[in-house]
């Protein structure tokens, strides 16, 4: 008797724990489902100098010229590593923890106060058959298989006087709240219908990531990014 009472618990215990709406919880269709990781991704080391010439390549980095001032130089390095995922990898949310290490100097070597800056943003696509054929609502263009998607972690611009430099090193994380893709910003955000959003994790996804950004007043600078990724166990 004591058994079948307890297991009766545990049973409505269950039913009420799976009961929760986005109402309750926001996402309600990864509710006490586990963390699985699912695979890390790094981009090229970019170097931006004033002569490229008097540092050797090595496997993994890249430099491109820094243009005279005061003009942007801009960089766009598109996904240089990637994250094959097998069909149903995931149940339903693709999470990130996203790192950029960068080193930058900006100094104004000019002779008029000027705004110096750094930006860059983690590039990232996915790619999963379901797309084909699908038509974003946000854009009217066809998704063609895959959804672009830009992170920004770190970015700085302040006034710089003549002769003035400011200079960082910095390692910052970017942690997921809405995830690279989920079921719901699939429906909600994307178009698809429920049936859609779930036959996309159902199937094999690929994750690249790459990065783009400009600079002004810069006189050197470095930089890259790190993606791991995990999602709700099924």
């Not at 509710?31 to 699985?36: P, Q, R, V, Y």
């Not at 006087?161 to 994380?173: M, N």
């Given at each position: 008797m004591k058994t079948t009472i307890l297991a009766l618990a545990l049973a409505l215990a269950?039913?009420?724990?799976g009961a929760v709406t986005p109402e309750d919880v926001g996402d309600a269709?990864?509710?006490?489902?586990?963390?699985?990781?699912?695979?890390?991704a790094t981009t090229t080391t970019l170097y931006g100098l004033k002569d490229c010439s008097a540092e050797p390549p090595e496997a993994g980095v890249k430099c491109i010229t820094l243009l005279p001032q005061p003009k942007t130089t801009a960089f766009d390095e598109p996904q240089?590593?990637?994250?094959?995922?097998?069909?149903?990898?995931?149940?339903?949310?693709?999470?990130?923890?996203?790192?950029?290490t960068s080193s930058f100097a900006?100094?104004?070597?000019?002779d008029t106060t000027s705004t110096g800056r750094f930006q860059s943003r983690a590039l990232v696509r996915i790619e999963n058959p379901v797309l084909n054929g699908l038509i974003d609502p946000n854009t009217g263009e066809p998704f063609?298989?895959?959804?672009?998607?830009?992170?920004?972690v770190y970015r700085e611009a302040g006034t710089l006087?003549?002769?003035?430099?400011?200079?960082?090193?910095?390692?910052?994380?970017r942690s997921c709240t809405y995830g690279l893709v989920s079921k719901q910003s699939l429906v909600t955000t994307y178009g698809l219908t429920p049936e859609q959003a779930n036959a996309f994790f159902a199937a094999p996804t690929s994750v690249y990531l790459g990065m783009n950004g400009e600079l002004d007043f810069a006189i050197g600078f470095s930089n890259n990014y790190s993606l791991r990724l995990y999602g709700d166990r099924r």
């Open positions: 269950t039913t009420a724990a269709d990864s509710f006490g489902l586990n963390a699985e990781y699912l695979g890390l240089t590593d990637s994250i094959k995922l097998p069909a149903n990898a995931a149940r339903s949310l693709l999470c990130f923890a996203l790192t950029q900006l100094q104004n070597q000019t063609d298989g895959h959804l672009d998607l830009s992170l920004t006087a003549p002769g003035e430099l400011s200079q960082r090193s910095l390692a910052v994380t």
